[in-house]
């Protein structure tokens, strides 16, 4: 069964610094990687995704990612951090066949932005 | 184009009653999925509907939890005899199995607080 790792619960960045979320994965073959974002008490936003060819993809909100097969990770990428960007960031695998993608959470890094 | 809609948003409940909770997907997506999250945790699997079909139950959803989709639009998730341990957000999410990617549509979710 696939399973996702985000070993940092909480970072605290400051607003115009550079930010970078990891995530490792566990998946026997090639996942389905996705950085969803969630306000307090909204739902989840999907941020980017990879499924193949570049392994550098772009998001919204300025947000990008790199897929690397070697380390099995995903790691999730911001030049310059606004305070709106304060939110919980999940890194999430889909997996599977036969038509279905099942998609497994990471635990999730809450994302603070000081002034 | 409207997006994936719960009801209610928040229910507070004594123990031991019964609570139903209500997701309209987005109306072309024809796979429904059911995701619990509690305080400090990335969203965790339920159950999953292909139209009408609930093709995948987790080990997480006892006895006490029943979820339907009818008609293959509108789905509901009962949790009957709730516990304390049930509080939690229920989150509901659509896709399209056209793209079969994967990637999830969510809605804002449904509160519950058992006392």
């Known amino acids: 069964a696939q399973s996702v790792t985000q070993p940092d619960i909480h970072i605290t960045v400051s607003e115009g610094a550079s930010l970078e979320l990891r995530c490792n994965y566990s998946?026997?073959?090639?996942?389905?990687l996705f950085w969803y974002v969630q306000s307090p008490g909204q739902g989840l936003q999907l941020l980017l995704k990879?499924?193949?060819?570049?392994?550098l993809v772009q998001g919204i909100k300025g947000f990008e990612a790199e897929f690397k097969r070697s380390q099995s990770s995903f790691n999730l990428r911001k030049p310059s951090v606004h305070w709106s960007d304060a939110a919980e960031y999940f890194c999430?695998?889909?997996?599977?066949?036969?038509?279905?993608?099942?998609?497994?959470f990471g635990i999730g890094t809450k994302l603070q932005v000081i002034p | 184009d409207t997006g994936v809609s719960q009801n209610p948003r928040h229910k507070i409940t004594k123990r031991g009653q019964n609570v139903t909770f209500r997701c309209d997907p987005i109306?072309?997506?024809?796979?429904l999925y059911w995701y619990r999250q509690t305080l400090g945790q990335g969203p965790e699997f339920l159950t999953y509907?292909?139209?009408?079909?609930?093709?995948?139950k987790s080990r997480l959803l006892s006895d006490r939890f029943s979820a339907e989709r009818p008609k293959g639009s509108f789905s509901t998730l009962e949790i009957q005899r709730t516990e304390q341990g049930d509080s939690a957000m229920y989150l509901c999410?659509?896709?399209?199995?056209?793209?079969?990617?994967?990637?999830?549509?969510f809605g804002e979710g449904s509160r519950l607080t058992v006392l």
């Open positions: 999410a659509s896709s399209l199995k056209r793209t079969n990617t994967g990637e999830l549509f």
């Open positions: 998946y026997g073959a090639t996942p389905y």
């Open positions: 990879y499924f193949s060819g570049d392994t």
């Open positions: 999430a695998v889909g997996a599977g066949s036969g038509g279905y993608q099942k998609v497994t």
């Open positions: 109306s072309e997506h024809n796979r």
């Open positions: 509907f292909q139209n009408e079909a609930q093709l995948e």
